[in-house]
């Protein structure tokens, strides 16, 4: 499985902007730098050039050498061949390398509950919203 700079970046610049609670706006507007912009970063669809990147780490109070040290460990967790990962994995089948869903990044996230990331066999991303309201459902 392949996994593009630019989208492990993006990943873990909004996961930083969102556990700090602060919007797009804030830190589209502090870095300096549009909100469309950010916003395609944070998506991984553009590719944010070294001083960008600075910018956005600076608003965001995040030492770029940290970024781009979690970035690392992602990419790499990804990249394991099933030969690398563990006989027993959560959610799993108990087979070696085989996940239902696909691969979860290792314990280089924090215990908080917002870091589970999962990284889809296929191009698909899943996320959960978590301490989100859920919708009112209204019987007809």
Known sequence: MT???REAIGDRLRH?????RRTLREVSR???VSLGYLSEVERGRKEASSELLAAICEALELPLSELLHHVASDI???Q???DTVPDTVPGGRGERGKLEGGRVLPSTLSDDLSDLRL???LSHRLTSKIGEKPKAVVAA
Do not use: D, I, Y
């Open 30 to 32: 502090t870095a300096r």
């Open 80 to 82: 394991q061949t099933p």
């Open 16 to 20: 930083a902007r969102t556990n700090q």
């Open 119 to 121: 990284q889809p066999m």
């Open 3 to 5: 996994v593009l700079l």
């Open 76 to 78: 790499g967790a990804v």
